[in-house]
């Protein structure tokens, strides 16, 4: 089982970056799928999260900012981030669970991603 986590990187306030998360070795299309952020100093938080059939939720932090997707044919989950703030600096995990009332709770996440940085500057 792999998450591969992809995408991040250093982008000036204001700009977008899309995140990407290719799975394997699971049924992807049975899983929800989350992303969440820890920033420096932080605890780990989950930011947005897709249901197998699509629907989505997002925390008010990133509402109307980000938009999480899922392209079941290609394994791959992906986070559309715009309007980007410096307090979205953080690294970026994606992952997976078999209900999406799962990855509400860090220990029953079935799979992680390795990470990937987001940096934003003012």
């Known amino acids: 089982v792999q998450l591969q986590a992809s995408g991040g990187g250093l982008v000036q306030a204001g700009g977008s970056l899309r995140l990407s998360c290719a799975a394997s070795?699971?049924?992807?299309?049975?899983?929800?799928m989350g992303w969440y952020r820890q920033a420096p100093g932080k605890e780990r938080e989950l930011v947005a999260v897709i249901t197998s059939g699509g629907s989505t939720r997002y925390a008010d932090s990133v509402k109307d900012r980000f938009t999480i997707s899922r392209d079941n044919s290609k394994n791959t989950a992906y986070l559309q981030m715009n309007r980007l703030k410096p307090e979205d600096t953080a690294v970026y995990y994606c992952?997976?669970?078999?209900?999406?009332?799962?990855?509400?709770?860090?220990?029953?996440?079935?799979?992680w991603g390795q990470g990937t940085l987001v940096t934003v500057s003012s």
């Open positions: 070795g699971f049924v992807f299309r049975n899983y929800a």
């Open positions: 992952a997976a669970a078999r209900i999406v009332s799962l990855l509400t709770r860090q220990d029953d996440v079935a799979y």
